[in-house]
């Protein structure tokens, strides 16, 4: 029997090669990859979306199959996934509540569990706490920050503190009107919760009390300041280096901040344009993810239209431009990556699509992977696996 059949390796292969290359052939084979896709649904945001759509999707091919779509809903726009993949949650834009739904891990359906108040107008983030105790929302029309407690069948309850951002607002007048926190995250600790807060033009970091949620601000001045009108608006740390990337949407531009892990301070390091220097066109910059080893950084371009790579120094984090990849869509508001995989999906609010591209850890070069999804006014992917 020959070694290789097809390009992939025989069962005999793996045995000679040992017990271990067989398990882990099978569990890859058997793993099934689920996408979750919420959007926007009303006619005040010009959107033709209709609620939650659920995919099953082949890692190897690219293809996505229709499973579930879960409808009367309002502007689910952004789904955030609980630690253990039982739970997804959804905040919904220009409404007051959070929603919560139950997941079968053998089919990736939902089942809908219940709805919370945020407290606030316009959740436009959420992030679950490491422990899935607490679900934290960045409330960007009121300009505040939530923490509602997730009960253990994953239900929510109201929220149990809201706290509001102070500052002077950026020179925007459209888009800088006051604070509008447009993203909640932890460090890799989940001792800290970030929050870039694109109206104000700060990165607002909270010591987080994982038992009772309770925030508090990390330093005597709670902030780090970006570049007047710059807008942040998206921010994920580096795996292991201490090492924050931030993704400015009003500037185009992507800044590294050296990050304390002891004290939750940040130091501003490095800017780069997100987009090319030949662009001369309106850009507003709106996604960002990082690769599973923190060797690439990936950015989202509404207006260019395109996904900008960076590839990071390994010993100090700074990021050198690698290209740009079309989104082969218009406005691609929102990226997810899946590290087990290495899949990264660009979903196109504009233009009705989802695209899958491969993600080459070596290169980073970015390689579509199957056919366009269509799915109407995509802002938001979540995998679950």
Excluded at 63 to 69: K, P, R
Excluded at 257 to 270: H, I, V
Aim: hydrophobic share 35%; net charge positive; with cysteine.
């Amino acid at each position: 029997m020959r070694p290789v059949l097809n390009g992939k390796p025989t069962r005999r292969a793996l045995l000679q090669a040992g017990g271990g290359a067989l398990a882990a052939h099978a569990q890859s084979r058997a793993r099934t990859l689920y996408a979750y896709v919420g959007g926007y649904t009303t006619a005040q945001r010009n959107a033709r979306g209709d609620g939650i759509h659920v995919y099953r999707v082949n890692p190897e091919t690219g293809a996505w199959a229709h499973v579930q779509h879960v409808g009367d809903l309002v502007n689910p726009s952004f789904l955030a996934m609980g630690p253990d993949r039982r739970c997804l949650y959804s905040v919904h834009g220009d409404e007051t509540y959070a929603t919560s739904f139950s997941i079968n891990r053998e089919t990736g359906l939902l089942t809908l569990l219940n709805r919370a108040q945020t407290g606030g107008r316009n959740g436009v983030y959420a992030a679950v706490s490491p422990n899935g105790r607490l679900l934290t929302v960045a409330n960007y029309g009121t300009g505040q920050i939530a923490v509602l407690p997730v009960r253990p069948d994953g239900s929510l309850l109201d929220a149990a503190q809201i706290v509001a951002l102070p500052g002077q607002p950026g020179p925007n007048r459209v888009e800088q009107a006051g604070s509008h926190p447009h993203q909640v995250f932890f460090d890799p600790s989940g001792k800290f919760l970030l929050s870039p807060d694109k109206g104000l033009d700060r990165i607002f970091v909270f010591a987080f009390d994982a038992a009772t949620g309770k925030l508090t601000p990390a330093s005597p001045e709670g902030f780090v300041t970006a570049r007047s009108g710059s807008g942040p608006r998206h921010g994920a740390f580096h795996p292991t280096l201490p090492v924050l990337w931030v993704l400015n949407e009003l500037s185009s531009t992507v800044a590294t901040y050296r990050w304390e892990p002891a004290t939750g301070r940040l130091s501003p390091m490095q800017i780069l344009p997100a987009i090319p220097s030949d662009f001369t066109g309106e850009n507003t910059s709106s996604g960002i993810a990082v690769s599973p080893g923190g060797r690439f950084v990936y950015c989202s371009n509404r207006g260019h239209d395109s996904i900008a790579t960076f590839a990071a120094n390994p010993a100090s984090g700074l990021l050198t431009a690698a290209g740009w990849t079309s989104s082969q869509g218009r406005t691609p508001r929102f990226i997810a990556l899946d590290a087990a995989e290495g899949l990264l999906v660009a979903a196109n609010e504009q233009s009705d699509t989802i695209v899958t591209f491969r993600a080459d850890s070596s290169s980073g070069k970015l390689t579509p992977l199957g056919s366009p999804v269509r799915n109407t006014s995509p802002s938001t992917v979540a995998f679950s696996n």
